[in-house]
């Protein structure tokens, strides 16, 4: 790894830098019996985004024992922590140190892993502004399809070697290699903020966002519930108390964020609503989706949850007409979706079926995750 200091910082608490030689040698070891038996391999951390996604079939390749911060050095801002680190371990190490994940990772479980939330690239409502989970991989260790260990990338972001492949591990959910270690830049938390309620319409609510969002204003995140507009400010305690007195409103309740980072609001909940759940990725500036249904959006207009009964065909037509995406998302898993995704157009599925034949040729990892046949 790359440092830019010769001198080893201590290591924070937490840490675990024990080379733990025996369980990597027992993971190395198992894929290379499983490209061996030609046996699917199902990766698992802490099992809490098993919605997301196509189910796979295969032998349960658990990567949760797979734990420590190797090392973390709060003044240069980086961190390298194993793959079946809990997600709830790492924040709380940093935070000790007055820093976090900027992309706002969500768990939706107390199981989450580090791993787990790589592979799947979810970032929480600071996306926008922060950044994704992608823009802070720095470096990866990955095992590899002929059981190998393989270092991309490093610990600081002018290293380039091999940050390209680094990054396509994010959103992949293990279907190009097992991670077994990750480095992220962090970020200090901010000094202050602040959580505001505005009553107002969608569509007023989406012209003053995009009015804002041509000024340097402290938001970190803006979201509609269909009938106000919740808006959070971080940043130095003189900006925050500036644009708070500025855009008015009442004061909201701050567990809003982490509610609907979650997906813990009433609207995600099938008690509350029974009808198929929908993620749009638009344009920030997209135009209202036609579709039939109830609406939350999020991102600043950029993420658009919609609970409806619309046909899956029509609902990917709208969202594509307008420069988009849609995924349909199952939280409880009852019903088995087999296209969660966006089908890919020709092009996208020749280069996506390349990659998996130049990285997993065998087919062992997480098949069929993303789309059948990948």
């Known amino acids: ?12 608490p937490g840490s675990q830098p024990v080379a733990d030689h025996d369980l990597s040698d027992a993971l190395l070891e198992r894929v290379r019996q499983a490209v061996q038996d030609n046996t699917p391999l199902r990766l698992v951390g802490g099992g809490s985004k098993g919605f997301y996604g196509r189910p796979v079939v295969g032998e349960t390749f658990s990567l949760a024992a797979h734990t420590g911060i190797v090392h973390y050095d709060p003044v240069e801002l980086v961190v390298t922590v194993r793959a079946g680190t809990r997600l709830a371990d790492l924040q709380q190490t940093l935070a000790e140190a007055g820093q976090q994940l900027a992309f706002e990772p969500p768990h939706f479980a107390d199981t989450a892993t580090v791993g787990g939330m790589v592979a799947c690239g979810i970032s929480g409502p ?33 290293n380039v070697a091999g940050y390209d492949l680094s990054r396509l591990m994010v959103g992949a959910q293990g279907t190009l290699g097992v991670i077994d270690e990750v480095s992220f830049k962090v970020l200090p938390l901010p000094a202050a903020s602040a959580t505001l309620r505005l009553e107002m319409s969608r569509d007023t609510a989406m ?24 808006i959070r400010l971080e940043g130095g305690p003189g900006s925050v108390a500036d644009t708070q007195a500025r855009l008015g409103g009442e004061p909201d309740d701050v ?13 995600f909940s099938r008690r509350h609503d029974s009808r198929p759940l929908w993620r749009l990725s638009l344009p920030h500036r997209a135009p209202a989706v036609p579709l039939d249904g109830d609406e939350l959006v999020d991102w600043a207009g950029a993420q658009r949850w919609w609970r409806s009964d619309t046909p899956a065909e029509t609902v990917r037509r709208h969202a594509a007409r307008v420069g988009g995406h849609a995924t349909r998302i199952d939280l409880d898993q009852s019903h088995g979706i087999e296209t969660p995704f966006t089908p890919l157009s020709p092009v996208l599925a020749k280069y996506h079926h390349r990659l998996k034949a130049e990285l997993d040729p065998h087919g062992i990892f997480n098949p069929g995750r993303l789309y059948e046949g990948l």
């Open 1 to 12: 790894m790359t440092h830019l200091h010769n001198q080893q910082p201590a290591p924070a």
């Open 126 to 158: 600071r996306r926008p502004w922060g950044g994704s989970v992608r823009d802070f991989v720095l470096g990866t260790r990955l095992i590899t399809h002929d059981g190998k260990r393989l270092h991309f990338g490093g610990e600081v972001m002018k």
């Open 207 to 230: 012209a003053r966002l995009a009015e804002w969002g041509r000024e340097p204003l402290p938001i970190t995140g803006a979201a509609h519930d269909g009938e106000a507009l919740h």
């Open 255 to 267: 567990d809003f964020w982490q509610r609907l980072r979650e997906l813990d609001l009433a609207f």
